[in-house]
Every structure is written in C-alpha cells, then in structure tokens.
C-alpha cells in the first residue's frame, strides 16, 4: 500500500538519505498483506486459544506509508518546493486503478449472479439490484459510487461498510496522506512541526479512548462528522514521516554492526509478534502497537542484520510488490470460494495469489505508468 520503494538522494536534517530500494521494508509490505488474508480466513484464530489481531497490519502499512512518502517528496515539496498536484495524481495513479478494476469486478459478478432473476422475468436493474447484498453502509448502488470517487469510508457510511470491505482503507489511506504530505509540503512554516507531532499523538489518542484501549476502528463516525478511520490513517502516516526524521537524524549515522543489528532485528519482531499474539482478539496491548511498528520500521530500514537479508531475498520481494493487489483481491475470493462455495483453503490461497498477480501486471502496474505518462505530457 506505499507505492513504489525506489528512491532518489534525499537531504534530510543535515544527513544524505542514500539512494535505492527498501528491499526489507517492501518484504515486510507483503507479510503484512499475508497476515490479512489470513487472519479473515480463520477470523483470526491461531488455535484453541491464541487470537492474532491482523486488523493492526493495516496500522502498519499506515506507518509505512508515511515512511515511504516522505522519503520519496521530501526534496521535491520541501527543498525544491515544486507543486503539490504531481503529488496528488501520483497518488490517485497508485491507488485507483486496481481499486476501481476490483470493484467494478464485483459488480460484474452480481450482475452474473442476477441473470436467472432476469431471465425469469424481473427487470435487468431490478434482479442486479437484488442480487446485490445489503451492505451494512447502506445500498448497493448508491454506496458503489462512493466506492468509485474513494469515499467510501470518509464519515459518509457511518453504518458499517460496503463492497469490497478491506477497500476502507485505501479511501482513508488517499485523502490521509495527502493531507499529512500537505503539512510536509509547508514545512518551513512555523509550528508545522508540532502540527504534524499532534495529528499522531492526538490522533491515536481519539481512536484508542472513544475505542477503549483498540485500534480497530474503520467505519466509526464521532459527532457526525469526524471518522475514526481517516483519524487512525492520519495518525499512522503522519509518526511514519516523523520516524523518517528520527532514523535518518539519530540511526543512520550510527548504524550498528551486523551482529547488534541482527539483534535488534529479532526484538523488533519480537515486540511486533508479543502484540499480535494474544488470548483476545482484542486487547488493549494495541495501546503500543504504533510505537512497536515504528521501531520495527527504522531497524529494517537500516538493512544491516542478517533478518533484513532474508527478507532481501527476491521471493518475499516480489510478494511485497503484489501486496496491494493481494489486499484487493482477497476479500471478493474469500467471499465466493470460502463463504459461498466452501472451497479448501489451499485453493482459495493459490487462487489469492494468482488474482494479485494478474491484477499486479495486468492492471495497477501498466495503469499507474499510463497515468503518469499522460500526466507529464500535460
């Protein structure tokens, strides 16, 4: 969900970010991706008695995305203080097209679905109508064009979610990075620095006290106006950029040999893993998940242990490249193979990955580039 990890010098707090690819980071993307399919699959049971919280691998991604983000337009909206627009369609050109691909599949296949209606009489927009589920966020076609603009989960549907449930995300993940950039983009304004330190702090203090200690929060509208899922991918995108500033201030002009950074490596995942991991499915240890993703992310983002290359590796890279694909896609898969048809898991997995794939190839990858292209000859 943090767009492409190729990344240009960037000069940051008196230090040179160095140049190339987060290989570890885009692994730990695809992980993270992996633990979501997963955990809706089983509802998150590891067993008898163990929960993992897969919902706290979306905060992650949050946290990484504004790594990612800051690292990738620092120079351009803080030091060369070009535009904001290129940003905002380089954003639109990461996220839409593979979105809107797998939700207008899933109005295709209700259509399918509502061919025996039609064919049994029923009018064509009455038997696609009903063949659609009622989601809890409200009617079908009314809330699939809130889905088509991405503001399917801004505070509009404060009833629960609608069409491809895991795309909640993705609408708050838009508009919260573009206005977390929007501070960056403004940084040399006075008190921009402790603006974008609150919209953290404050942030994730909302979600976790109207929350009650939990981090699980997508739909929820607070006063009718204020949803706690844009809060919650504001709060995590904005401690992503100010991890950024801390590792690359404080970390990377001491970066540990192999031997401590290996060590480091194995806390941080056992930090990550002891929050997971758990007797509830929910539990108010998410009170720390933020600050363990945030340390997770600026030791691996020093790539010096023997955990970082591992996850190097050109396999769990290649995951990380489809894990925004794999997020898209498995929700509608698990929804026919497992819930309608009660296929094996093994063949829901096979048929996730190879959906992420062509979707990956298929769609977001040539989109994104055509976008960009006709952006830049405009």
């Not at 633990?35 to 706290?56: D, E, K, N, P, W």
């Not at 194995?266 to 340390?295: G, K, M, N, Q, S």
């Amino acid at each position: 969900m943090t767009g492409a990890l190729a990344l240009p010098k960037i000069e940051l707090a008196g230090t040179v970010v160095r140049a190339g690819r987060y290989t570890a980071l885009d692994a730990w993307r695809g992980l993270a991706a992996l633990s979501v399919v997963y955990g809706h699959q089983t509802a998150g049971r590891l067993g008898a008695s163990l929960f993992i919280a897969f919902y706290l691998a979306v905060d992650f991604f949050f946290v990484l995305s504004g790594f990612v983000l800051a690292h990738r337009y620092w120079d351009e909206l803080v030091r060369d203080r070009k535009p904001f627009l290129p940003v905002v369609i380089a954003r639109f050109a990461r996220l839409y097209p593979a979105h809107v691909f797998v939700l207008f599949a899933l109005l295709i296949g209700f259509g399918i679905e509502a061919i025996p209606a039609y064919r049994g009489g029923a009018p064509l927009l009455a038997a696609w109508r009903e063949a659609i589920p009622p989601f809890p966020g409200g009617p079908g076609f009314s809330t699939f064009i809130l889905n088509l603009l991405l503001l399917q989960n801004v505070g509009l549907t404060p009833t629960g979610l609608t069409w491809n449930v895991p795309s909640w995300s993705i609408s708050v993940e838009f508009f919260g990075s573009l206005s977390v950039l929007g501070l960056v983009a403004v940084w040399r304004t006075p008190g921009v620095r402790i603006a974008l330190s609150a919209v953290a702090c404050a942030g994730y203090a909302l979600v976790l006290v109207f929350k009650h200690g939990i981090l699980d929060a997508t739909y929820e509208t607070l006063w009718h106006s204020v949803n706690l899922g844009l809060v919650r991918a504001a709060a995590g995108i904005a401690a992503g950029v100010l991890c950024l500033l801390f590792a690359r201030k404080y970390l990377s002009p001491r970066t540990p040999g192999p031997l401590a950074a290996t060590l480091l490596e194995l806390l941080a995942i056992a930090c990550v893993l002891a929050l997971l991991i758990r007797p509830e499915y929910h539990d108010t240890r998410d009170t720390l998940f933020p600050l363990a993703a945030l340390v997770l992310v600026a030791i691996f983002s020093l790539e010096c242990g023997a955990v970082s290359r591992m996850l190097g590796s050109a396999p769990l890279v290649y995951v990380g490249s489809l894990s925004y694909a794999i997020y898209l896609v498995h929700w509608p898969l698990l929804f026919v193979m497992v819930e309608q048809y009660q296929m094996p898991p093994s063949l829901y997995y096979l048929a996730v990955f190879g959906a992420a794939i062509v979707t990956h190839h298929a769609v977001e990858v040539p989109a994104r580039r055509f976008i960009m292209q006709r952006a830049r000859s405009a």
